[in-house]
């Protein structure tokens, strides 16, 4: 005997729960989307339906329209450009002279200012290398090769830097230090640089010799006048008192006979001294003091 059943409906509960659960996955994507940190080395470029907004998003938490906003971060500490190994640079002096080195660029991008870098330049170092080889062809042009060896070195960094600023600066990159390294020339140009170097630090050296032996003569040519002068007074001042010559000629026989000696001859004529007549004097013997 055939039974029939009649037919079980559908369950209403778990259609209810998958809904439920669509809605909150909807929902944390959202909020996950809206929410944005900006981490202390960077700022946020907000891009809205594409067009880049003018004021960038500082560090921190912020919240944003979701699904139609995009953050680009950008990097706002001190980066290095190098142009070593095969990006080295390439340049003539005005001798004509070519001269390789390689070359560290120091700069940071200006936070007010990373949406117009990346909206006018986008891909900002690429053309930055581009500027910066230019650039420095035409001021290494105005030196010469020795420059690049000398304490000029540092005039041609800040002229670099100087240049590059000025032209990085309104585009909102800032350029904090050039460093020029790993100088390479030929043989024979880098040996006369140096001799030149090494003769212009002998001249130097010789120069201040010269003007130390200068002094030096000056100071004795001052002593020997000092010294004129004092004997002129001192001979002046014996004239006028030759009973002084007296007691010390006393006073010195004295200092002889007290220091050891048996015998002590005085070996002057008798007019050697003003005012002291020793002509019939026989030599003086003194007793050894003990």
Do not use: C
């Not at 669509?22 to 959202?30: A, E, K, Q, V």
């Not at 330049?121 to 020795?146: F, G």
């Not at 002291?276 to 003990?290: A, E, F, H």
């Amino acid at each position: 005997m055939y039974v029939s059943y009649p037919p079980k409906r559908k369950n209403g509960k778990g259609k209810i729960i998958a809904l439920a659960v669509l809605f909150g996955f909807f929902l944390l994507s959202t909020l996950a989307s809206s929410v944005v940190v900006i981490d202390q080395t960077e700022v946020g470029v907000v891009k809205v339906l594409g067009k880049v907004r003018d004021e960038p998003l500082d560090p921190g938490l912020h919240f944003v329209t979701p699904f139609i906003t995009e953050i680009v971060r950008m990097p706002v500490y001190e980066k290095t450009m190098e142009m070593i190994g095969e990006k080295h640079i390439k340049a003539l002096t005005s001798e004509g002279l070519p001269v390789f080195f390689d070359m560290a660029i120091q700069y940071k991008i200006d936070p007010r200012k990373a949406p117009e870098v990346y909206s006018t330049l986008k891909n900002y170092e690429v053309w930055m290398e581009s500027r910066i080889r230019a650039h420095i062809r035409d001021i290494i042009a105005q030196y010469k090769a020795e420059d690049l060896y000398t304490e000029n070195r540092e005039l041609i960094q800040a002229d670099i830097e100087k240049r590059l600023d000025e032209e990085f600066r309104p585009y909102g990159i800032l350029i904090t230090a050039v460093l020029i390294r790993n100088i390479d020339l030929p043989e024979s140009v880098e040996k006369a640089i140096q001799a030149k170097i090494e003769a212009k630090q002998e001249a130097e050296r010789m120069q201040y010799v010269v003007q130390k032996e200068k002094l030096e003569a000056e100071r004795k040519k001052v002593e020997a006048m000092g010294i004129a002068e004092a004997n002129k007074i001192i001979g002046e001042s014996l004239r006028n008192n030759p009973e002084y010559i007296q007691w010390y000629y006393l006073q010195v026989l004295d200092d002889f006979a007290k220091s050891g000696s048996s015998v002590i001859l005085v070996p002057v004529p008798g007019n050697f001294y003003p005012g002291v007549n020793i002509s019939n004097i026989p030599p003086v013997i003194l007793p050894t003091t003990k």
